[in-house]
């Protein structure tokens, strides 16, 4: 059974930080591209970063010099390093894994606000 756990977010002021994390069980996680998304509220969800089985990394210019996406193969886990935080990046944030098949997790809230 495929899982997809993310964790670590919460309240963060305007200017915060926060790390994301995704941990997968269940796939051969190196295999897999990894990437972060996220749903606001009444916004379709949107693309945030991703990062390659190599670790080459894309990100929306949104969020570019902002957030860092990164992985951990022996820990099977993914990470979204937000830093800058703005009220705008409040949204619930997605974890998925893609190879052929694509598997999401359930999300965690974030929330920037004062």
């Known amino acids: 059974q495929v899982q997809l756990v993310e964790s670590g977010g919460g309240l963060v002021q305007p200017g915060g930080s926060l790390r994301l994390s995704c941990a997968a069980s269940?796939?051969?996680?190196?295999?897999?591209?990894m990437g972060w998304y996220r749903q606001g509220p009444g916004r379709e969800r949107e693309l945030v970063a991703t990062i390659t089985r190599g670790g080459s990394t894309t990100y929306a210019d949104s969020v570019k010099g902002r957030f860092t996406i990164s992985r951990d193969n022996a820990k099977r886990t993914v990470y979204l390093q937000m830093n800058s935080l703005k009220p705008e990046d409040t949204a619930v944030y997605y974890c998925?894994?893609?190879?052929?098949?694509?598997?999401w997790g359930q999300g965690t809230q974030v929330t920037v606000s004062s």
């Open positions: 998925n894994a893609r190879f052929i098949v694509e598997f």
């Open positions: 269940g796939i051969i996680f190196s295999s897999y591209a």
